[in-house]
């Protein structure tokens, strides 16, 4: 199993940051993660961290599909590529229907047939073999729709791409979304996994890969792990109960959470239930005290780091490829290199 990095969503100074990256290189950590919301975007950092590294796999957990055309996407990943000597890896993502409209100010609609559209077309722009030429329900190229002077034609990118197949991974929570990931990524980055619950969790990407008649191990499976080390594992759950009442309890009008949906999948349905009403009613404590213990153990790292170390080898026993920690505590990242 190989073991990587996540930085987090706050846009840390890079002065705190990159020595934690760069002890990572060093001790044989394997990748290295930007994520991004609405602060610090997941392309800007990758480009000066190619400068500064050497070995370490540099990947977007994850680009805001909503956030650019599959052109531009394309060009950053193939730019990203050059600029890292080959160790780049993209990781797209839906993102959530309150940033999309909120902060894009685009309808969060169609995901599913947006992810594929956005796929092929990004493949296809990297790949370099022609002009790209699409004809989707979602992307047109060239465009031809309204308020289209009616001159443009098919473009190839001016630059040659070091890789033509830079991997491509996807974000997915929903079982469509994890299905479709099955059919058409060459990694699935998850956030809410558990060894325990692989045959369920699994189940919609099995069916994905089968629908595409790919193998079983075509698609990297990439946990990200919210890690909470504390001097016991009841103040470790502690930290991370409010982080998990959120993603269980949120709830949009009109879009699942697909996150409850996941918990209930692993058996915690009443819980999900008893966190969503919590949430519901505004009391934020009553939801964090219902998220059960046992879940928490299995979804994330918590307590000393003789603890975690233990809960490793649940983990090296799975199906993970890439163990992905939310953390930048460098002992702990010895200690988990070491166990993995």
């Keep these: 199993m190989r073991l990587g990095l996540a930085m987090g969503y706050g846009g840390a100074p890079m002065e705190r940051v990159l020595p934690v990256i760069r002890h990572a290189e060093r001790i044989g950590v394997d990748s290295v993660w930007s994520v991004e919301e609405y602060g610090p975007d ?3 950092v990758l480009g000066y961290l190619a400068a500064v590294t050497e070995r370490i796999e540099l990947g977007t957990a994850i680009m805001q599909i909503p956030a650019r055309t599959p052109a531009a996407t394309a060009m950053a990943a193939m730019t990203l590529d050059v600029l890292s000597n080959g160790r780049f890896q993209l990781g797209l993502g839906l993102s959530v229907p309150w940033i999309v ?20 077309i990004v493949r296809r722009a990297i790949a370099h073999e022609d002009r790209v030429h699409y004809d989707g329900q979602i992307y047109t190229l060239p465009y031809r729709g309204p308020g289209s002077t009616g001159r443009a034609r098919p473009v190839r990118s001016e630059m040659t791409p070091l890789r033509p197949d830079i991997p491509i991974y996807l974000a997915a929570i929903g079982p469509g979304n994890l299905a479709l990931t099955g059919e058409l990524a060459d990694g699935w980055l998850s956030g809410m996994y558990a060894p325990e619950h692989e045959a369920a969790i699994l189940a919609p990407l099995e069916e994905g890969l089968a629908r595409a008649g790919r193998a079983r ?3 990297k499976i990439c946990p990200i792990l919210y890690v909470a ?12 109960r409010p982080l998990y009442a959120h993603l269980i309890g949120a709830a949009s009008p009109g879009v699942r959470n697909t996150y409850a949906d996941v918990v209930a999948q692993m058996g915690y349905e009443g819980a999900a239930h008893d966190v969503r009403k919590h949430f519901a009613d505004g009391d934020r404590a009553a939801a964090a005290a219902a998220v059960p213990d046992r879940l928490l153990d299995e979804v994330a790292l918590l307590g000393p780091v003789e603890a975690i170390v233990d809960r490793l080898a649940a983990w090296r026993e799975s199906r993970v490829d890439t163990l992905i920690l939310l ?3 460098t002992e702990l990242l010895e200690a988990a290199r070491a166990a993995l």
């Excluded at 409209?101 to 092929?120: C, K, N, Q, S």
């Design 101 to 120: 409209e909120g902060w894009h100010g685009l309808p969060y609609e169609r995901p599913l047939r947006r992810t594929r559209e956005y796929v092929e």
């Design 42 to 44: 997941a392309v800007s």
């Design 327 to 329: 953390d930048r505590d």
């Design 217 to 219: 191990d075509a698609v």
């Design 229 to 240: 080390r504390a001097r016991t594992v009841a103040e470790g759950r502690d930290k991370l």
